[in-house]
């Protein structure tokens, strides 16, 4: 078979179609999933729980799609063409928007509550402006409306919390003055409703104060986002020196490597939804079983056994590749067989089922109402941000370590290869990390939403 030399205006085809790709993913991913969650009634008991089901066989789903692409389309790219195996999932994404088309009728629609970055702006502006001004004793002397856009919107109102208070400054409904109505707590407010940028209401506040909340677990996850990027990197690297022959006639592909993960992440998600979550219910008392937070947490920590574990089976696999390095007549691939990664790969996809599933629903969830589509784009960019900061580290350990004249980690030479150091470096930085972590999830205070009895009255 010719192997011709691509041309440049392949080249920018290629490369095109793939940042199309990223552009498409980007756009649908986070919408399409906080639309699938907005199907559900949060005011409905029995559809609440279904919620927090959702995203446990969202991922399911997800999970059996890369199932099929790591075999059965990886397969046929190997064995009949790239052009077949590329067509298949443009195939199956083309199928896919006249079945979605079809189903708009029945879906619940969210109408629309505004831009969320001119809310976020609002209150910002409003604490500035407001910021010489003292903080009311009362929580009556805070501004609240909730009017029928919000309301069609699904907006609900939220409770004032205690933290950052510098931004409930720009809630404060009027000056503080001595003609105030010592038994309420309530002053006279002005008939003519207030600058939006000059006040806000206490909603508006809290919902900025959610977003500050959110900064700190979204950077403790980044290092969970460089862990999990290894599997489609150094672990598919790994399998491709070690015996990868399944009887005499099939040899497992690399990139079907992702079975192992995938495959775990199907099966214990089932598992998780099934049987822990009704067992934790009972012990815990809790609708989940645990908080958000905490299974985020539990997966950090199995990640962190994920990268032990890889670094063990490295550390075989390079003194295997030292033992035959340069000997005469020594076999293609390594006499270890690939099954050996299968541990690092099912730990990962449990890890996953814990803090990424884990991770949509607490972004999801306590974003504002308002900024579902934005809370789950913050999911997503802790993969993408996280490969990227993987690949900064990397680059960072690579030079360190060939100061003085010695072999890079990553060295193609197997006497100096050391990918084992790379995960136990990753599993030191997850241990940190994690202590990190349980810091901040035990300061966080969780979204506080009215009843809705409590919010129908707190209008004017």
Known sequence: MSMNKPTSTQHTVFF?????????????????QSFGADQFDEDDKTEKVKKASFFNWWYCGLCGGVLLAVTVVVYIQANVNW?????????????????FVYGTP????????GSPITRVARV??????????????HTGMFHENWDVEDRKAGQRLLSRTDNFKWLDKAAIAVEADDNADDTTGRRSIRSQEPSPWRVCTVTQVEE?????RMVPIWLCCLIFGMCISQQTTFFVKQGVTMDRRMGPHFEIPPASLLTFSAGAMIIFVAIYDRFLVPVAKKITGHERGITLLQRIGIGMFVSILC???????????VDMAKKYHGVKGAPVRLPISVFWLAPQFVLLGIADVFTLVGLQEYFYDQGPDGMRSLGIAFYLSVVGVGSFLSTLLITIVE??????GHESWFTTNPKGLHWDYFYWL??????LNLCAYVCAARRYTYKNVKPVEESVTAKG
């Not at 604490?127 to 009311?136: D, E, G, I, S, V």
């Not at 990753?426 to 241990?431: E, F, I, K, N, S």
């Open 307 to 317: 990268m032990v574990s890889a670094a063990l089976v490295e550390t075989r696999r």
């Open 399 to 404: 030079k360190v370590t060939v100061i003085g």
């Open 16 to 32: 095109v179609a793939l940042y199309l790709i990223s552009v498409g993913t980007g756009g649908h991913k986070p919408s399409l």
């Open 124 to 137: 910002l502006v409003a604490a500035f402006l407001n910021r010489n001004k003292r903080l009311p004793s």
């Open 426 to 431: 990753l599993a030191v930085l997850g241990t």
């Open 106 to 113: 029945f879906y619940r629609h969210v109408v629309p509550g």
């Open 83 to 99: 052009g077949v195996g590329f067509g298949i999932p443009t195939a199956a994404m083309a199928l896919s928007i006249p079945v």
């Open 208 to 212: 900025t104060k959610l977003l500050v």
